[in-house]
């Protein structure tokens, strides 16, 4: 059966399962109609839908507290070209609760006494450098003084800072490579002293059978994180019809829809950012958001990802070739990058 | 004596000893006139100068492959107002070598032919997923078949990637907070089985008495850190006259300048990003880069950073006065983070 065949739709997502992706995707992508798989990295969703072992990529883009994923930019931009026929096609929000999963030690776990004269006092200590230091959300369940090593993803210890300098300040941190890869390290802690924690998903406290230390560790409550689905090919409605119907992308509807276009610009000219700015501008194309990343053929050049929103141009095609005509203009180059539905506001789950 | 005495002015870097920004920082400021004092964060850099215990901070900025070091954004960008009084005032290019450390195993070290066969031929494998991979520019100088777990900074990683995939392709990766943590963790590898390795500095090698297993394994030729110098409070004489002089401000010379500005806008408001970098354009001042960071007020709400240049706008400082006031009226609220004299092509040592 063809992976675009409708009752076999593969939806290739970062993984491993029970990482945040995963929960997107599920809540996104309902059994029987698709199947998932589990990719090791971004780069391998991004070749499984490049070629067409997957009909849609799920990937992550960028979290409210801690900023865009540099490599989905870096993957988007395709400097290699190795990616040359993919778009955007939609956009998943998914609130993000952090959970400190690990061990709970027998030695100290009736003993709250000591955990309070230790100076983990659950209000953040302040210093010369952080005389108001954000307080922590919440409190651990048990006693963490056990705790030697904490394994997370690099994004997740960024959005934990609060709890872990209130009641795990000096621990030793390792980066890995994903929340769900720290859970199976800590999952493979051999003689399960509880010198190990992660902070991971709840949802990989029961695939890994850890315990939940703490919930909501994260320091805002409101942290969200931005998953995109892509395709191969831009707006293609043979391909479109395959997308749960909220992601679909249909004229005429007065749905805010969203835009990613990457440009150069010549950095020798003055005002040429602005220039290519200002193209989006005149066309009522509204800026949401900037980044650039190093174009990696000159020194301190660099590629802007722009995203824009608008409402008529997405659904006429002759403003919408107008706007890029311009842009041809006044860029040394430009991609564009797909478009699709707003979802802002709507939960992956509704 | 105080920090500020001409005979012992403190410099605080981002450490370990053995650090690029160490090298950058020992490269600027010279002893005897310079006392060098390492700090285990970028935040405690700032931290240091903010508080007067030294009198600039050097942490690194940029890199020409990789990109912005957010967590010096952020620190920048000041949410807490922990640094209100931290300005830049000057920029360090360094290049930067990478190689890797370990130790060489014996039983290897003579087998080059077993090298061949074991599929590390020396040029990156294609896949479908990069059909064209970029070849790595150096060979190892042993066999590395004994590696099986490689430690770095993130941003070391993601610029090695050609000869890691060529010739350490699946080893286990462990990002930790510095390439000079990297080199610590491998020179205490207590057996010295040679399983680990570090991608860091010529200098770290030195200084931990490891042996270079590869030199220069970047992918880049051109792989340039650009690290920042800041000071507490804004353009002053007082403080000005305490740097090496070709860091000093000085007007009326046809030097470049550079300056950092961060701002927010009213994302409601169509254009308004674009309305904000015209005000640059209007005044001759050039957008040379732009990166956005979470608000963290709001979701999907951002802080802008932009760098610009000119000549005549840093001299004259009712120029700036103008350009400054336009800017209130059209963003919800700036931030000044200072300006300095552009050292683009002038290496750290000259």
Avoid at 83 to 107: A, W
Avoid at 181 to 197: F, L, M
Avoid at 228 to 242: A, F, K, T
């Amino acid at each position: 059966m063809s992976a675009s065949s409708p009752a076999n739709i593969i939806i290739a997502y970062l993984g491993p399962p029970s990482s945040y992706t995963h929960q997107a995707t599920v809540d996104s992508f309902r059994a029987p109609k698709y199947t998932l798989r589990d990719e090791l990295s971004i780069r391998d969703v991004f070749d499984a839908v490049q070629s067409s072992s997957a009909s849609f990529g799920v990937v992550p883009f960028e979290n409210s507290s801690n900023g865009a994923v540099l490599h989905t930019l870096d993957l988007l931009i395709d400097r290699e070209e190795a990616f040359p026929d993919i778009h955007i096609c939609g956009e998943v929000f998914m609130d993000v609760q952090h959970c400190l999963l690990g061990y709970v030690s027998q030695s100290f776990s009736s003993d709250n006494k000591d955990l309070q004269s230790s100076g983990s006092s659950g209000s953040a200590t302040p210093t010369s450098s952080i005389p108001f230091p954000k307080e922590p959300r919440s409190k651990p369940m048990t006693d963490l003084r056990h705790v030697k090593r904490i394994y997370s993803h690099p994004q997740a210890f960024g959005q934990c800072e609060a709890f872990l300098s209130t009641y795990l300040k000096g621990v030793e941190r390792h980066e890995v490579s994903s929340t769900s890869k720290a859970a199976t390290i800590v999952a493979e802690d051999r003689d399960k002293s509880g010198a190990e924690a992660a902070i991971s998903s709840r949802l990989a406290a029961d695939v890994h059978h850890l315990a939940v230390l703490a919930k909501g560790v994260q320091d805002v409550e409101d942290n969200t994180t931005r998953f995109l689905i892509i395709q191969r090919g831009p707006v293609c409605h043979d391909i479109q019809n395959l997308l749960p119907e909220k992601f679909q992308m249909t004229n005429g509807f007065r749905l805010k829809k969203k835009a990613l276009i990457a440009f150069n610009i010549d950095h020798g000219t003055q005002g040429a950012l602005a220039n290519a700015l200002l193209v989006f501008k005149k066309h009522s194309l509204n800026l949401t958001s900037i980044n650039s990343r190093p174009s990696r053929i000159r020194p301190w050049h660099y590629i802007f990802l722009v995203e824009v929103e608008g409402e008529r141009e997405f659904d006429d095609p002759d403003l919408l070739h107008l706007a890029l005509q311009e842009l041809d203009t006044v860029t040394e180059g430009n991609k564009w990058l797909g478009c699709w539905v707003d979802r802002f506001g709507v939960n992956a789950g509704q």
